[in-house]
């Protein structure tokens, strides 16, 4: 089921970007539901113009997330000093401590803005959670997990130590969804003590065939480390479809294979 801008403002990285992946490489994409149809070829030629622009885009979307922070005329009047090889306004020196001085602007911002996040997400989930204790067909646990029987099943409940497969959806409580096995169109499978707290108590209550929806409190899902669209203290909401608890792995040697020896 997670990273935000790490990136410096100079010449080196950006190329380095670029090089990594943005420009002149591919860039990482979300794993499709389904294969997808083969994108017809381009007929767009890598001429000087098209090269230019694309590295423009690749550079503009990598300053976007600092738009406030920068004056664009002067960053051009920089690249193009630095480019022909002439006289910069700063030395290296100079460029290093505002380089320096800088991230640790922006470290600050962002510890600040996630603090913000934190207590703001906090104070909603427990309100969602306490509106949620007055539903009567959620029912909770000692620990703070709710959960609702959305379709009963009669097979066997899985314990701590089992690999389980499922199909689930997971939301935040404004209703954006995070994560969908059923969106893949393929369940997914773990073990059930290397999931987050909420699953591992959640699932145990069910049994092979059944459907559950759970809320979950941030303090038994990620806490303050809720990766990606998730965020901080994020109380999470998902549907759970229990397919079934899978066997365990055989200790029993493959055919024609020769067990270790014992030392």
Do not use: C
Not at 142 to 161: C, D, H, I, Q, R
């Amino acid at each position: 089921m997670s990273q935000f801008f790490k990136k410096t403002l100079t010449a080196a990285a950006i190329v380095s970007a670029l090089a990594a992946g943005s420009a002149f490489g591919d860039e990482p994409k979300a794993k499709p539901a389904a294969p997808a149809a083969a994108a017809p070829a381009s007929t767009v030629k890598a001429d000087k113009h098209n090269i230019s622009y694309m590295v423009g885009m690749d550079v503009g979307r990598s300053l976007s997330q600092i738009k406030d922070e920068i004056d664009l005329a002067v960053v051009y009047q920089a690249m193009q000093a630095t480019i022909a090889g002439g006289k910069t306004e700063l030395s290296q020196e100079d460029a290093q401590a505002v380089r320096n001085e800088f991230m640790q602007k922006l470290q600050a911002k962002r510890a600040a803005e996630e603090k913000a996040k934190a207590e703001t997400n906090k104070k909603q989930g427990d309100e969602f959670l306490a509106k949620k204790k007055a539903d009567k067909n959620v029912k909770w646990t000692e620990s703070g997990l709710g959960y609702e029987v959305v379709k009963a099943g009669n097979g066997p409940k899985p314990k701590a130590t089992d690999t389980v497969e499922v199909h689930y959806t997971g939301t935040l409580i404004d209703g954006t969804k995070f994560d969908s096995s059923v969106d893949r169109g393929q369940p997914a499978s773990f073990p059930l003590n290397g999931v987050i707290p909420g699953w591992t108590e959640g699932l145990q209550l069910m049994p092979v065939g059944s459907k559950y929806k759970f809320y979950i409190p941030s303090n038994l899902a990620y806490g303050e480390h809720g990766p990606g669209p998730i965020g901080p203290n994020a109380t999470l909401i998902f549907d759970v479809e229990l397919l079934k608890i899978m066997p365990p792995a055989s200790d029993k040697p493959a055919d024609g294979a020769k067990p270790a020896e014992k030392k």
